[in-house]
């Protein structure tokens, strides 16, 4: 049994388990029952060696990633292990389920390891300002950021600006005459992803050039895992092209998607880019070795990678946060050309 085991029976989070535990923070008395009831009915001990790290200084981050398969993190991942390791602070490498809370493992993980510091790759834009002030120490966001009305006192974030590198790249699609572009995308639910900045920026670049949006040219894959994207580009890519036989473009909001798209359009006979142009995001060195070479938004993975390990060490210092936007670069590598 596990704080995680408790916080799941009790209907709610860790870090609400842990307030209740350790008599930290307000809890209302109806929670507070609930959870103590399950502790004293599973006869839950707390992890003592983990509350003895309490009071002792370590060097210990956690790097927290929100789909650790997908080829666009592994440099990034790389860069800040080895970068933290070089100061002396050793890295703890965790994989985060879609549907899981980062924010939540994070205060578990630094009660469990007293980490100083945590920069958590991937996720959404929806923290709250409390999940924040829970976690209390240093904390940078990778290729998202909090809302607007979340103090950038509270975090460092490093990113792209999804949806208009989302506009710029269906926008040149559409200058090579391209006005039928499929979409391929993981549907966010009612959060705001990534994804779903990408796919406003598609619609976007769609009603900015007077093209109709039609739903029938987006396809998803269903919320499968990422590292499963290339079977799940070419079936989305499949489905695409049985409902619109007259497409003749492909915006894929990663490239392990538009790589599996580019598998099912030759597969179905077509050419790639004499019949059907692609474009995919991300920059992954995959899409180099693909023939012909992948078409993409690449993001600055190793820059991006070097700016977060920046601003934790800023902040781990007694320094402020930092929040940069990179720019994305279209690389032009052979899988796009103007429509017949």
Not at 167 to 189: K, Q, R
Not at 301 to 329: C, P, W
């Amino acid at each position: 049994m596990t704080i995680k085991d408790i916080a799941r029976l009790s209907g709610v989070g860790v870090s609400t388990v842990s307030r209740v535990i350790n008599n930290t923070g307000y809890v209302s008395d109806d929670v507070r029952n609930k959870v103590t009831s399950i502790v004293r009915e599973y006869n839950f001990t707390p992890n003592n060696s983990a509350r003895n790290l309490k009071g002792r200084t370590t060097k210990n981050i956690a790097l927290l990633v929100k789909g650790i398969t997908n080829p666009f993190f592994n440099k990034m991942i790389r860069i800040i292990e080895e970068k933290c390791a070089l100061r002396g602070y050793p890295v703890f490498i965790q994989n985060v389920d879609a549907q899981a809370n980062e924010i939540e493992i994070a205060i578990q993980e630094k009660r469990d390891r007293n980490l100083c510091g945590v920069i958590l790759l991937g996720g959404n834009f929806g923290y709250s300002e409390e999940a924040f002030k829970a976690l209390g120490i240093p904390t940078v966001l990778v290729t998202v950021s909090a809302n607007e009305d979340i103090s950038k006192d509270l975090y460092s974030s490093i990113k792209i600006d999804d949806e208009k590198e989302a506009y710029d790249a269906v926008s040149a699609l559409i200058a090579l005459g391209h006005e039928e572009i499929g979409f391929i995308y993981n549907p966010p639910g009612d959060q705001l992803t990534p994804n779903r900045l990408r796919f406003e920026g598609y619609k976007r670049a769609l009603e900015e050039h007077g093209i109709a949006f039609n739903p029938s040219l987006v396809a998803s894959y269903g919320g499968e895992p990422l590292h499963s994207g290339y079977i799940s580009g070419f079936r989305a890519a499949q489905e695409l092209l049985g409902r619109n036989p007259r497409m003749s473009a492909v915006f894929a909001f990663a490239d392990v998607l538009a790589l599996g798209a580019c598998k099912a359009i030759l597969s179905s006979g077509r050419r790639i880019p004499d019949d059907i142009s692609i474009i995919g995001f991300d920059g992954i060195e995959e899409g180099e070795f693909f023939t012909p070479s992948l078409d993409t938004v690449y993001q600055p993975a190793e820059e991006m990678a070097l700016a977060s390990i920046e601003a934790l060490f800023d902040m781990l210092q007694g320094g402020g946060t930092r929040h940069k936007i990179y720019n994305g670069v279209l690389l032009r590598r052979g899988s796009t050309k103007a429509r017949k």
